[in-house]
């Protein structure tokens, strides 16, 4: 008889598996598979962080935030930085968001999401476009997020071409006009909702 998803990875994590680890820290967070454990959650996730995975990293520093502990998040996340890792840049961003200091946080917060655009990041893009539009960083910031939505719209519709579009291939030729709209109306809906 075969063992269930959650058996299989429990036993992987258990010989070391650091993939492993970080599924099993997130099943349990989640309670997918299994029931959820905030506490083994923890342990397996710690695990894989201090192993070096970026899952686990993320992982744990949400896990920390929805258990209100923000600063061990940061934390987590602040390592990720020091690595040069791109969502840790986007997750520690967002973390300062929701803290009561955001004041103090938010050029901080501007830099690493700049530093993500500039790693070629499209999420750090999206997000940094977002965050300028709804007027994060003040009101000064709003015309440049504005100015960039058609270049983020446009590349995130390339995500979104069809693989059999006949101009597979030639990235010189813009996304169809589905795309493009599909990219922009998430855009601009993202701007819309009032910040978190």
């Excluded at 995975?53 to 949400?62: E, Q």
């Excluded at 690595?83 to 955001?102: C, D, E, I, Q, T």
Aim: hydrophobic fraction near 40%; charge should be positive; glycine fraction near 8%.
């Amino acid at each position: 008889m075969l063992k269930s998803w959650s058996e299989r990875h429990l036993a992987l994590a258990e010989k070391g598996s650091v993939w492993s680890m970080a599924t099993v820290g997130q099943m349990l967070q989640t309670g997918t598979g299994t029931e959820q454990d905030l506490s083994q959650a923890e342990k397996w996730l710690v695990r894989a962080y201090q192993a070096g995975s970026d899952y686990g990293l993320i992982c744990l520093g949400c896990l920390y935030e929805r258990s209100e502990r923000s600063e061990k998040a940061q934390e987590v996340y602040r390592a990720g930085v020091a690595r040069g890792f791109v969502p840790a840049m986007v997750y520690l961003a967002a973390s300062y968001r929701k803290s009561p200091n955001w004041a103090q946080r938010r050029h901080e917060a501007l830099k690493l999401l700049e530093d993500g655009r500039a790693a070629g990041d499209l999420f750090a893009r999206h997000w940094l476009t977002t965050a300028m539009v709804r007027g994060w960083f003040g009101l000064r910031y709003i015309p440049e997020g504005i100015r960039r939505l058609p270049s983020v719209s446009h590349d995130m519709a390339a995500l979104l071409e069809d693989d059999t579009s006949p101009s597979q291939g030639d990235s010189k030729t813009r996304p169809g006009f589905v795309s493009r709209l599909a990219a922009q109306l998430s855009l601009v809906g993202a701007t819309r909702h009032p910040a978190s």
